[in-house]
């Protein structure tokens, strides 16, 4: 008998059959603060979402690619890999791009019109209030 084949997991639905309130959509997180992943990928799951996370620009970059997430959450400065060179070949790899918000504490705005060259959907200065990263979520989701 032939093996089994592997198939990508539908996005959680309720007992009803439809996607939770949220959508239900594949966030991935890419950020080496312990802190901001938690509280982000807290308030992401309440809204249904299915949550991945990678602690450095390399990780991310391969989880990206393998687990093809509906939006990347990226901090800009990480070990191993910069959230730019991360969003630079994100956008040069996938013929049809996840959506990216880029979050960073950094005040200078070189660096937010760098990212917006790069192609990002949203860029978001630290600290944030999260009904900020949700209206920004929701929005590029919807």
Do not use: C, W
């Amino acid at each position: 008998m032939p093996a089994a084949k592997k198939t990508r997991r539908a996005a959680p639905q309720d007992a009803g059959g439809a996607a939770p309130a949220g959508g239900g959509r594949r966030i991935l997180l890419v950020d080496d603060d312990k802190e901001i992943v938690e509280s982000m990928k807290a308030v992401l799951e309440s809204r249904g979402h299915t949550i991945l996370v990678a602690r450095d620009g390399n990780q991310g970059l391969a989880m990206a690619e393998k687990d093809a997430p509906d939006l990347v959450v990226l901090d800009m400065m990480m070990p191993k890999r910069s959230g730019f060179l991360v969003l630079e070949k994100l956008r040069r790899s996938n013929p049809s791009p996840v959506r990216v918000i880029m979050i960073t504490a950094n005040e200078g705005s070189r660096h937010k019109a760098y990212a917006e060259m790069l192609g990002v959907d949203d860029y978001i200065r630290k600290p944030f209030a999260m009904d900020r990263l949700l209206e920004t979520v929701d929005r590029l989701l919807s």
